[in-house]
């Protein structure tokens, strides 16, 4: 009977948003038919909140913010502009101010206009309320994955959003869904790694951490999302930010368009385009892209936006478009919705005015656009409801999000090294530690970019009540045992790789009288073009640093705080202990420090292969000629990749035994599903959790097939001695590739399915 009501209320829900969907149709097309083409244009349009800020100009504003009212009554009123996003000089507002500015914005949108059609405010907030005073910061994404544990990515999500709307701010520019398949790229910290199926999970989760589990967006603790950057963003060629990127359109469907299908297909509201170029074309230019696959063939219904001045770059920069009205006309004309302009509103809209009166743009173009901004502004209830108070919003940075953000963070710090087992360091009240490195006392490299400003650099006058690394090993250890001395420190001035060394002979003396040294090594906040790289390997400072140390005899647990693996191969083997803790937000350093201590049992795996060379950067999922190494002879190929830990590696202080994996056949058909059983067991007294990972390898293929892809993945707790048998479901069909002629094949042959030192061969017919 329950069963049956469970039904029964599934068709009456199914049946009243689709009876909800039509009158909201309705709604929009009798605005849209009263609507002017300024007007029209205008709601296509997204300004920088600077613009109509008071201030020297519209790129700079003063502070503390007020609006402009001259300003802002020449872009809301005469322009009609439709969307407003960011905030002044990178810096974080108070709830407070974002309500008063927010309400300000609305009321000359709603008050003053024929049509009364609410701004849509949009904001970068990529692992907590990146611009608010006193929100709840999580690790960032890359952190996340991490943990393989994608609750972790719903948390972060829905206290994101919450937070975000005691904002005022009902849009949000994330998740992330790029492949961060390169290490060089500034912004792989802003990814959930390098495989595609760990992008799908953890950007599921975090959708419908946003949007909510029934997807509706409407509930004023909820967000639209903006998913990003549609597609093929990072594999560029340099490494570096919004430069060409060359990738087959097998490729490109196979691995890189399939984690925002996945987010299309759970309702994902709005989607941000690709700054860089794919195989010569601008992304924003690419009529194929945008609408052939992203409208035609992924179904997508939502709001495709632009990314910053992306649109005048096809003039600028990328040579496509003879004048800025070109640039507009030809991405418009290729699906944009939105413009994120983000300055010059008037060159925008006064062109594509003319561009519709001139026949080079049709207005069912125009139509097809303003018809999706306003649904999305009405599934919003922004026509009702146009800023949310923070007065509504009681557990806005509140002690049970912060344990949210802390269970993250002690999940995905990982564990690389544990030479003899050094690891925990108890705590007996003689232990004699010395913090060192330039990330041993910084709450602005625990976070990285995105945190209180763009590129991180105001983190610290906003997080000071949060503790650094140092301060977290006093804490725990004793202020009298526990030392902090900088060895080498960054240069703030704007250039963030740069360094200074500061006194290492002061701290090699220090060191020979600890009984533990925590080197604190890694990168400076960065993201977009400042994170640009020419050299992957660690600061030389830094190296110096290490090697000084590790004279002294004494053990060296090395902290790598970074948003990009990267090479330390020269000192690896000088540290005991080495343990990754990315960039883990606000309280990272509480949760590394019980992880030295032994409070927490480590449970983090790469979300990434960490490589061991500069030019041996590959993902795990290589084609098997990559598998060579020519260092001992020309011809001298002895099979292995040159990582320095592999894609899923962390040690934990468990230990766990893989038995008896089980497959419900040896020969399948495609319609069949996989029935697979593992058991594990944790052969220490120490409780913990391991992560299983399920890898399939077509053995044979009519285009080479990868070593191996994750397929499934598990994380499970065992109590010391425990043991636990494990199931997974695979579709055959899921062992499909994309072949020449762009279409998913299942090829009869020979599979291999592993787990950890476990497989078996199976025969698809």
């Not at 790129?59 to 402009?68: A, D, H």
């Not at 110096?544 to 330390?568: C, D, Q, S």
């Not at 997974?728 to 590739?737: D, K, Q, V």
């Amino acid at each position: 009977m329950r069963i049956f009501f469970f039904f029964v209320f599934i068709i009456f829900s199914c049946s009243k948003k689709k009876e909800l969907s039509g009158e909201l149709d309705q709604k929009v097309q009798r605005i849209l038919s009263r609507m002017t083409l300024e007007e029209k244009v205008g709601q296509m349009t997204q300004i920088n909140l600077t613009v109509i800020a008071k201030g020297p100009n519209k790129w700079k504003s003063k502070f503390p913010l007020e609006i402009n009212l001259k300003r802002a009554k020449k872009a809301l009123i005469d322009y009609k502009i439709g969307s407003v996003l960011n905030t002044i000089n990178n810096t974080a507002l108070s709830p407070e101010v974002w309500y008063e500015t927010i309400s300000l914005i609305q009321k000359y949108a709603m008050d003053s206009t024929r049509l009364k059609i609410p701004v849509i405010y949009g904001i970068d907030a990529v692992h907590g309320t990146t611009y608010t005073d006193g929100a709840t910061m999580f690790p960032q994404q890359i952190t996340t994955a991490a943990s393989w544990n994608p609750e972790n990515a719903y948390n972060m999500a829905m206290v994101c959003a919450y937070e975000t709307r005691a904002s005022g701010i009902p849009w949000n520019f994330s998740p992330v869904l790029d492949l961060g398949t390169d290490p060089r790229f500034p912004r792989q910290f802003e990814t959930f790694g390098e495989d595609p199926y760990v992008v799908k999970e953890f950007g599921n989760a975090m959708i419908k951490g946003y949007q909510g589990l029934n997807n509706n967006v409407l509930d004023k603790y909820k967000v639209a999302t903006c998913v990003k950057h549609f597609v093929g963003y990072h594999p560029t060629i340099s490494g570096k930010d919004r430069t060409p990127a060359y990738i087959p359109d097998h490729v490109l469907k196979e691995y890189h368009i399939e984690p925002f299908r996945e987010a299309i297909n759970l309702g994902a509201k709005s989607i941000m385009i690709n700054s860089g170029l794919i195989n010569g074309k601008p992304v924003h230019a690419d009529y194929n892209l945008i609408t052939n696959v992203l409208r035609n063939e992924l179904g997508f219904e939502g709001v495709i936006l632009t990314d910053w001045e992306d649109i005048n770059n096809l003039h600028s920069r990328d040579k496509v478009a003879k004048s800025i009205k070109e640039a507009i006309k030809i991405a418009i004309n290729a699906g944009i919705d939105m413009s994120m302009v983000p300055y010059d509103y008037e060159v925008f809209c006064k062109n594509l005015i003319d561009l519709v009166n001139e026949g080079e743009v049709r207005m069912s173009r125009i139509n097809d656009a303003v018809e999706r901004i306003l649904k999305l502004k009405m599934e919003l209830d922004l026509f009702n409801v146009p800023i949310t108070n923070y007065q509504d919003y009681d557990n806005f940075g509140s002690k049970k999000y912060s344990k949210l953000a802390y269970n993250a963070a002690s999940e995905a710090i990982t564990l690389l090294k544990n030479k003899d087992d050094l690891l925990p360091i108890k705590i007996n009240n003689k232990t004699k530690i010395l913090i060192t490195g330039p990330n041993g006392n910084n709450m602005r490299t625990l976070n990285g970019a995105w945190t209180y400003s763009w590129q991180g650099e105001k983190t610290d006058q906003f997080a000071s009540n949060f503790n650094t690394i140092y301060e977290a090993f006093s804490n725990t250890y004793g202020e009298k045992y526990v030392k902090y001395l900088p060895g080498v420190s960054y240069i703030d001035d704007g250039q963030y790789f740069e360094m200074k060394e500061v006194d290492i002979n002061k701290v090699v003396l220090e060191a020979k009288n600890s009984d533990y040294v925590i080197l604190c090594l890694g990168e400076n906040t960065y993201t977009e073009k400042p994170g640009d790289l020419n050299d992957l390997t660690l600061h030389k400072l830094q190296l110096k640093l290490a090697k000084e140390i590790a004279k002294t005899g004494k053990p060296i647990v090395l902290i790598l705080n970074l948003g990009r693996p990267r090479l330390i191969t020269d000192i690896q083997p000088l540290m005991k202990s080495i343990i990754n803790i990315y960039l883990p937000g606000n309280f990272g350093a509480d949760a590394l420090v019980d992880i030295v201590s032994g409070k927490v049992n480590p449970s983090g795996k790469l979300p990434y292969s960490y490589p061991a060379f500069p030019n041996s950067l590959l993902t795990y999922y290589h084609k098997p000629s990559d598998v060579q190494n020519n260092n001992q002879g020309a011809y001298n190929y002895v099979g292995q990749v040159n990582n320095l830990y592999d894609f899923g590696y962390g040690l934990s202080y468990s230990e766990f035994k893989y038995s008896n994996m089980i497959l419900n056949k040896v020969e399948y058909s495609e319609s069949d599903t996989i029935l697979m059983t593992v058991n594990l067991k944790n052969i220490s007294e120490i409780p913990g959790y391991e992560t299983i990972q399920v890898y399939s390898s077509d053995l044979f293929a009519s285009i080479t097939p990868d070593v191996k892809r994750l397929r499934r993945f598990s994380k499970v707790y065992l109590k010391g001695g425990e043991e636990k048998i494990i199931n997974f479901t695979l579709p055959i069909n899921e062992l499909a590739f994309v072949n020449y002629n762009n279409e998913y094949v299942l090829e009869p042959g020979k599979f291999k399915i592993s787990i950890n030192n476990l497989s078996q061969e199976i025969t698809v017919k």
